[in-house]
């Protein structure tokens, strides 16, 4: 287990903010580096090179360690995040963490495909809509999906500004319908120096909630981000 990692930060026990695990204790450990470059990335000092700097080359067996050390030695639940994190070689760490008792979680756009997703606890795949200003390649994704097949902790993730994102959603729902959909109003003020417009996102999410269920869009769960309700644009919460 000699591979380095590009690690961006570790830090919590915090709570889940997104997704499929909403709310739920975690540690995260977040990568650096990532394939895309979203125009409303609120993670850029893990995905921009310029901020490289900043990362950390670390074996699996340090990660292994500042995770036990951040839960007093309590296994727990980990989320890998980034950046992409399916860029990094994380099967030696998920290998080991899963012989200590602490269970994973991941969350990528499927814009790579590795055979150690299989491994996880929870997947999500979270393609990007027009919003992002990135193109998704529908074979790779499909690819994903293939390889977890009808893993039944798998799920899909839109982050939703806008009709275009909207209807994206609805495409990623018909060609997937096999896993279950969030979709989750988008933060439009991501600088992590600024506070979040937590009205806009309110507005934004009543707006989701409201065409979703006009549209008896039945198979749709809508979320909010619940780390920016709580802590606004604040790194590391």
Not at 34 to 53: G, I, L
Not at 113 to 125: A, I, S
Request: net charge negative; glycine share 8%; hydrophobic share 40%.
């Amino acid at each position: 287990m000699n591979k380095k990692l590009n690690i961006c930060e570790i830090f919590g026990p915090t709570i889940q903010g997104e997704g499929a695990m909403m709310g739920r204790p975690t540690l995260f450990v977040r990568t650096g580096g990532c394939d895309y470059r979203c125009s409303w990335c609120d993670t850029m000092y893990a995905v921009d090179p310029k901020h490289s700097d900043q990362w950390r080359k670390m074996t699996t067996e340090e990660v292994m360690a500042e995770i036990e050390r951040l839960s007093d030695q309590t296994p727990m639940h980990v989320t890998l995040s980034g950046g992409n994190p399916a860029m990094q070689p994380l099967e030696d760490l998920i290998d080991l963490g899963h012989s200590k008792g602490y269970q994973f979680a991941m969350e990528t756009q499927g814009s790579l495909v590795r055979d150690w997703f299989k491994k996880l606890d929870q997947l999500t795949l979270s393609p990007k809509g027009p919003s992002a200003g990135v193109k998704t390649d529908w074979d790779v994704l499909d690819a994903c999906v293939d390889l977890v097949g009808l893993y039944k902790q798998a799920s899909m993730k839109v982050v939703i500004f806008d009709d275009a994102d909207y209807a994206f959603a609805q495409k990623v729902q018909n060609r997937y319908p096999q896993l279950p959909l969030y979709l989750q109003a988008g933060n439009h003020m991501v600088d992590s120096d600024a506070p979040a417009d937590i009205p806009g996102v309110l507005d934004r999410l009543r707006w989701l909630a409201e065409k979703v269920a006009s549209d008896r869009w039945q198979s749709a769960c809508v979320l909010p981000q619940l780390h920016v309700l709580a802590w606004g644009n604040m790194r590391g919460a």
